[in-house]
């Protein structure tokens, strides 16, 4: 019994991998949704100027602890490269044939759904009245980088690791639970699409080698559910 209690070396990546991404998003999420946090931004009172820095902000804790934090504990600790966790084009061909058609079906989606009430008191998170090209451009470039570190953390430590350690099933399932629970505080409607959608991105992860199409379909999602949102709001319009 005490044998068993003994990290074995093959055992270091998987824990780790598990471990950073918990402990990666905590961080994040209750770091930055403090309300100190949001109050640094806002002591001069609730301007446009003030959301635009606070979720870009944001958004760069989300790059630190969910991006560069696994990243350095990977690299110290075990011998993967940023090609075993996916940073790699792979089969660009193959990754076009996913991104297409789901960055289409996903813009169709969004469309319709960002028409509904709960999603236009959520998106977009900058609750900005008046949209310029330069201030979508800032809310483009937040979402891009927040989400490659955010699909760097799940399909890439967490999900190649554990592929490497268990097997593709199992990796699946850990991902999905823990991909899931992140979105917990976003309300059930998107803790249930979770699932299908990280399954998904697994598969096509999976398939491909690469993060290429999880990370180019997760920012075609946010991008276009807040451009909807910005257009069917009657308190927000572009200029």
């Known amino acids: 019994m005490k044998d068993s209690l003994v990290m074995n070396p093959e055992d270091i990546a998987p824990v780790l991998a598990i471990l950073s991404t918990a402990i990666g998003f905590s961080i994040f999420w209750f770091l930055s949704g403090s309300e100190k946090f949001k109050a640094y931004f806002f002591k001069h ?92 451009f800032i809310n483009a470039m937040g979402w891009g980088l927040y989400l490659f570190a955010y699909e760097f953390l799940f399909r890439g ?47 096509v992860t999976y398939s491909t080698g690469s993060l290429a199409v999880a990370f180019f379909t997760h920012w075609i999602m946010s991008i276009s559910s807040d451009y909807f949102s910005i257009k069917y709001n009657p308190e927000m319009k572009f200029v």
């Not at 804790?61 to 084009?89: C, E, Q």
């Not at 990796?171 to 899931?180: F, R």
Request: some cysteine; proline content about 5%.
């Open 157 to 203: 430590v967490l999900f190649m690791i554990t592929l490497d350690s268990f097997g593709f099933w199992p990796a699946v399932a850990i991902n999905l639970a823990l991909y899931a629970a992140t979105h917990i505080p976003k309300g059930l409607n998107e803790t249930v699409g979770a699932f299908p959608y990280g399954l998904l991105l697994c598969y």
């Open 45 to 136: 009172g609730d301007s446009e100027e003030a959301w635009i820095r606070y979720v870009f902000i944001q958004k760069m804790t989300g790059v630190v602890f969910m991006g560069l934090f696994p990243l350095a504990l990977v690299f110290i600790w075990t011998s993967y490269s940023l090609s075993d966790l996916g940073l790699k084009l792979g089969d660009w061909k193959e990754s076009l044939y996913y991104i297409l058609p789901m960055g289409v079906l996903i813009v169709l989606i969004n469309s319709f759904a960002a028409k509904k009430p709960e999603s236009l008191a959520t998106y977009p998170q900058m609750r900005v009245q008046n949209w310029t090209m330069k201030r979508f």
